[in-house]
């Protein structure tokens, strides 16, 4: 039976929290569609519309698995070995959800539980419509939305859970940093740190997209044929949405409108503004120009990096973070032409390797003064912080680099790709019966 807390014994919430946790929700809502403009812009013509509705039929579907287990697997109180809690445990918000007047039950700090949910769900939309840039253009669109469903349940939801539920990758002392430094008073003396989702989104969707982008193989032409970005300005509007979202993102983890979320979001601003810098610059030092492309995405690798980090740096580590990301992901995209995988719009060469770098810069740049251990940069044992990410972003690139493969095999007679006569033809017209733009259709009718 749900528990339910009467209007009149209700608690007293900050108005102003509550406002700002449910802005912060909607900004990275916003975030999906801006990653579909992103996305749809990197893609060719003939694909646009199935890259954004990768992105839309993500949104679609985690919002109701979310409502009916997600939520439960990832915060719920009935753990199951540190890796997920029990779904049945609060299946459809039972138990979350008070009465009439909105009132909640186990409310999360300084407003109602259920604002909580609304803001957790949308890391889980955006967490898996990322993975979709990297299998563009020939992935079954029913395929997809199967897969979105499995991959948050058997994969987002535990991570979640790992991470910030209290679970292996935490701060309990039941969790791989405990085990390895000790703890006091059932916390670990050396707690890992994951502000707003290295570890659990970047880090998640980049080794996830990397596994698809193996399995399912690569594009027709791959290596023969320039997969150019078909609208540029598109991509541009992208970035700029997800900039704009992310400090929903980032300065909401704060959970509150306080200093700790005026400092996410002064870092956010200033990791970015560096990354693109560091892009350009290594664009311009290697290829000889800096591009509209290599701004828009210097300015995702810039978020990305600083996710984690966003609520325990100074801003001038922010502004090293930021660079140094912006250079490692500019020379991380080549690595698909090296090793041969089609990541087709560059998420193992942004999120991946921006999250890791991210998660583990921690280490260096903790300052220790914003409820943290100290990095390296900030001396006394800095070292045992940097030891801590760097083991929670290898256990996190294991478990994901498992699941995201049964997840690929369990849904393999589905079908994962298109006929190959339809993806020379366009992904559009196959699994959608349209087109983008008018000089298509007229071209496809005549």
Not at 49 to 73: E, H
Request: net charge negative; glycine share 14%; hydrophobic share 55%.
């Amino acid at each position: 039976m749900n528990s339910v807390i009467l209007a009149q014994d209700a608690p007293t919430f900050s108005a102003g929290d509550s406002a700002w946790m449910l802005m912060a929700a909607s900004l990275v809502l916003l975030m999906t569609p801006g990653l579909a403009f992103f996305y749809g812009g990197m893609s060719r013509q003939k694909s646009v519309l199935n890259m954004m509705m990768m992105s839309f039929g993500a949104m679609g579907v985690i919002a109701i698995v979310y409502i009916l287990w997600g939520w439960s697997m990832s915060y719920g109180t009935q753990a199951i070995a540190g890796i997920f809690a029990n779904p049945f445990e609060q299946f459809g918000l039972a138990g979350v959800i008070g009465d009439a007047d909105g009132w909640v039950a186990g409310a999360t700090g300084t407003y109602p539980q259920v604002i909580d949910v609304g803001f957790q769900v949308t890391f889980a939309i955006i967490t898996c419509a990322l993975i979709s840039g990297a299998i563009a253009e020939r992935t079954k669109f029913g395929t997809w939305l199967a897969f979105t469903a499995l991959w948050v349940t058997l994969c987002y939801f535990p991570l979640a859970h790992m991470v910030w539920g209290g679970g292996l990758l935490g701060d309990g002392e039941t969790g791989f940093a405990s085990w390895i430094f000790g703890s006091t008073d059932g916390e670990a003396n050396v707690a890992p740190v994951d502000f707003a989702g290295g570890t659990v989104v970047h880090i998640n969707a980049g080794m996830a997209g990397l596994v698809l982008a193996v399995l399912i193989g690569k594009r027709l032409g791959f290596g023969k044929t320039a997969f150019r970005p078909h609208n540029l300005p598109f991509v541009m509007l992208g970035a700029a949405l997800l900039w704009f979202g992310w400090f929903g993102f980032n300065a909401g983890s704060a959970f509150a409108a306080d200093g700790a979320a005026g400092l996410a979001w002064v870092n956010t601003t200033a990791a970015t503004a560096a990354a693109m810098l560091g892009w350009l610059a290594t664009e311009r030092l290697r290829d000889g120009h800096a591009t509209s492309l290599g701004a828009a995405s210097g300015i995702v690798a810039g978020l990305v990096a600083i996710t984690p980090a966003a609520g325990s740096v100074h801003p001038l580590g922010a502004i090293a973070i930021g660079a140094i990301a912006g250079a490692l992901a500019a020379l991380a995209i080549s690595l698909k032409n090296r090793f041969g995988y089609d990541d087709a719009l560059d998420v193992v060469g942004v999120h991946l390797v921006a999250g890791l770098w991210g998660t583990i810069a921690i280490g260096f740049f903790a300052t220790g003064t914003f409820g943290t251990a100290p990095g390296l940069f900030y001396g006394g044992d800095g070292w045992k912080l940097l030891v801590v990410q760097i083991v929670i972003a290898l256990v996190a690139l294991v478990f994901t680099a498992i699941m995201t493969t049964v997840c690929f095999y369990v849904l393999k007679p589905l079908g994962w790709r298109i006929d190959e006569a339809d993806e020379s033809a366009g992904i559009d017209g196959a699994e959608h019966a349209e087109t983008a733009y008018e000089s298509q259709t007229q071209a496809l009718r005549g």
